[in-house]
């Protein structure tokens, strides 16, 4: 994929405008992949509700965004809350 920067405001540039060569932006291709590796459980909360915790751990395999630095390796807890119709 390449990339543009396009360019608009409401003064006196109505329509998008390319901007790419005045800000120097690159059209590398921006591809990112991650590994996502979680294992959770269900609390039932009442008859049609339940919540779920899902700790979880992420490895960047591919990271390209926009030139920022990152950690390749993170973990959290993700939370659902569910109802059932």
């Given at each position: 994929?390449?990339g543009?920067?396009?360019?608009?405001?409401?003064?006196d540039i109505?329509?998008w405008?390319d901007?790419t060569e005045?800000?120097?932006?690159?059209?590398?291709p921006?591809?990112?992949a991650d590994?996502y590796?979680?294992?959770?459980?269900?609390q039932a909360?009442?008859e049609n509700r339940?919540?779920?915790f899902?700790p979880?751990?992420k490895?960047?395999l591919?990271?390209n965004?926009?030139?920022?630095?990152?950690?390749?390796?993170s973990?959290?807890v993700k939370?659902?809350?569910?109802?059932?119709?």
């Amino acid at each position: 994929m390449k990339g543009k920067e396009l360019y608009m405001n409401n003064i006196d540039i109505r329509y998008w405008k390319d901007n790419t060569e005045n800000t120097n932006y690159s059209s590398s291709p921006k591809f990112s992949a991650d590994l996502y590796f979680g294992a959770g459980f269900n609390q039932a909360i009442k008859e049609n509700r339940t919540i779920r915790f899902i700790p979880f751990v992420k490895y960047k395999l591919k990271d390209n965004w926009m030139g920022e630095v990152r950690e390749r390796i993170s973990a959290g807890v993700k939370i659902n809350f569910v109802f059932d119709l």
